[in-house]
T-cell receptor
Framework: NAGVTQTPKFQVLKTGQSMTLQCAQDMNHNSMYWYRQDPGMGLRLIYYSASEGTTDKGEVPNGYNVSRLNKREFSLRLESAAPSQTSVYFC?????????????FGPGTRLTVT | AQSVTQLGSHVSVSEGALVLLRCNYSSSVPPYLFWYVQYPNQGLQLLLKYTTGATLVKGINGFEAEFKKSETSFHLTKPSAHMSDAAEYFCAVSDLWTSYGKLTFGQGTILTVHP
């Protein structure tokens, strides 16, 4: 049981390049999330998927797109990377249990845009 | 809209001393409250959560937190700090009525433990 996995672990892009961050979970969770973490700002929600086939914007969606490929996988795409997108990206998944959603996080992708 | 404020971006304690990390939240509906810990270069791990019921909740590694509705607070405590507690801690809130578990995080508090 690997939990939530993310690839790649590290990535350096030039401004204007595109890339896709991959996330997969093996816990049969319905909901998945993408966050970015910046120093002093905590984690901010980019997009989430309440269930397979649905996606919605979070707090900071500009410059990103997502795809919920199936129940296991939720990818995040940067179409034209900008230096402001330099950050650590975390994927998480959850399922409603005991009256609350407990989110399980992946190890993160550290992205630098030059 | 919900928000979380963590008082103190850095907290430093001596090994064996009390750990107190402060969290205040704003929510127009009954909240779910969480504390997560992040060790260097790792993802976030759940320490404890409050949903309903008992307002004093116990978590892993000897941490506990008390939900105080009148003070809109959810402070994290540990009676005796250990070197291994050095990490960044995040308080988060989720809307009880949201079906999708979206979290709003505080800014984080870095805990340093001195020998």
């Amino acid at each position: 049981n690997a939990g939530v996995t993310q690839t790649p672990k590290f990535q350096v892009l030039k401004t204007g390049q595109s890339m896709t961050l991959q996330c997969a979970q093996d816990m049969n969770h319905n909901s998945m999330y993408w966050y970015r973490q910046d120093p002093g700002m905590g984690l901010r929600l980019i997009y989430y998927s309440a269930s397979e086939g649905t996606t919605d914007k979070g707090e900071v969606p500009n410059g990103y797109n997502v795809s919920r490929l199936n129940k296991r996988e939720f990818s995040l795409r940067l179409e034209s990377a900008a230096p402001s997108q330099t950050s650590v990206y975390f994927c998480a998944s959850s399922e409603r249990g005991q009256g609350a959603y407990e989110q399980y996080f992946g190890p993160g992708t550290r992205l630098t845009v030059t | 809209a919900q928000s979380v404020t963590q008082l103190g971006s850095h907290v430093s304690v001596s090994e064996g001393a009390l750990v107190l990390l402060r969290c205040n939240y704003s929510s127009s509906v009954p909240p779910y409250l969480f504390w997560y810990v992040q060790y260097p270069n790792q993802g976030l791990q759940l320490l404890l959560k409050y949903t309903t019921g008992a307002t004093l909740v116990k978590g892993i590694n000897g941490f506990e937190a008390e939900f105080k509705k009148s003070e809109t607070s959810f402070h994290l405590t540990k009676p005796s700090a250990h070197m291994s507690d050095a990490a960044e801690y995040f308080c988060a809130v989720s809307d009880l009525w949201t079906s999708y578990g979206k979290l709003t995080f505080g800014q984080g508090t870095i805990l340093t433990v001195h020998p």
